[in-house]
Nanobody, 120 residues
Framework: ERLAESGGGSVQPGGSLLLSCAAR????????MGWFRQRPGKEREGLAF???????QYAASVKGRFAISKDYATNTLTLQMHELKSDDSAMYYC???????????????WGQGTQVTVST
C-alpha cells in the first residue's frame, strides 16, 4: 500500500496548515517516517523525521515551526506547520523507510506529494 498526502493548499504568510499522510501499512510498524519537500529548481530536502521510539529530528529551517506526529486513530502521519513563509512553498512528500538513516535513499517509500503555496 502506498502513502497518500493531503492537506496542501494556499495560505498567506504567517498562516498555518496541517498536512496528513494516509499510512495504514506503515504507521504501526518499525518503519521510520518523515516529511520532505521539493521547491522549484531545488533538490528534495528532509524536514522532519519520526522514529518508532518517538524520537524526532527537524531541519533547522523548520524547527520550532513544524511538528511531526502520528495519529493512530486514523492511521495517518501529520505535519503541523505554523508561521509559514514564502520559502515554504513547495511540493511536500510523506516518506517511510526501515531506518531513519535510509529516509531519502533509493529504498524509501514515497507518497505522490501535496502542493503548499505561501503567498499574499
Amino acid at each position: 500500500e502506498r502513502l497518500a498526502e493531503s492537506g496542501g493548499g494556499s495560505v498567506q504568510p504567517g498562516g498555518s496548515l496541517l498536512l496528513s499522510c494516509a499510512a495504514r501499512s506503515y504507521i504501526r510498524t518499525t518503519y521510520c517516517m518523515g516529511w520532505f519537500r521539493q521547491r522549484p529548481g531545488k533538490e528534495r530536502e528532509g524536514l522532519a523525521f519520526l522514529a518508532t521510539d518517538g524520537t524526532t529530528q527537524y531541519a533547522a529551517s523548520v524547527k520550532g515551526r513544524f511538528a511531526i506526529s502520528k495519529d493512530y486513530a486514523t492511521n495517518t502521519l501529520t505535519l503541523q506547520m505554523h508561521e509559514l513563509k514564502s520559502d515554504d512553498s513547495a511540493m511536500y512528500y510523506c516518506a517511510a523507510a526501515r531506518e531513519c538513516v535510509r529516509l531519502g535513499t533509493a529504498t524509501t517509500v514515497w507518497g505522490q506529494g501535496t502542493q503548499v503555496t505561501v503567498s499574499t
